[in-house]
């Protein structure tokens, strides 16, 4: 059995680890939405490359043998 005093402070370290719980999860949420960001700018700029890499093929008359894998953004779930 616990004496009111224990009851309150268990109470108060619940709601502690509560309120940082929370605060950790909108800093992952930040983070995640950060390399999201990155990930696209990435994408679009590896597409721009490969553009001018194909077009540069093009006028060469020649067939590219530049292999660019192609990686997608990932669809990061976040539980907020």
């Given at each position: 059995?616990?004496?009111?005093?224990?009851?309150?402070?268990?109470?108060?370290?619940?709601?502690?680890?509560?309120?940082?719980?929370?605060?950790?999860?909108r800093?992952?949420?930040?983070?995640?939405?950060?390399?999201?960001?990155?990930?696209?700018?990435?994408?679009?700029?590896?597409?721009?490359?490969?553009?001018?890499?194909?077009?540069?093929?093009?006028?060469l008359?020649?067939?590219?043998?530049?292999?660019?894998?192609?990686?997608?953004v990932?669809?990061?779930?976040?539980?907020?």
């Amino acid at each position: 059995m616990l004496t009111e005093k224990q009851k309150r402070r268990y109470e108060e370290v619940l709601i502690l680890a509560r309120e940082e719980s929370e605060q950790l999860d909108r800093e992952l949420a930040a983070e995640i939405a950060r390399a999201k960001e990155k990930l696209r700018e990435l994408q679009e700029a590896k597409k721009a490359v490969q553009l001018i890499y194909e077009g540069a093929c093009a006028r060469l008359g020649e067939k590219g043998d530049l292999k660019m894998p192609s990686f997608e953004v990932l669809e990061l779930e976040t539980h907020v």
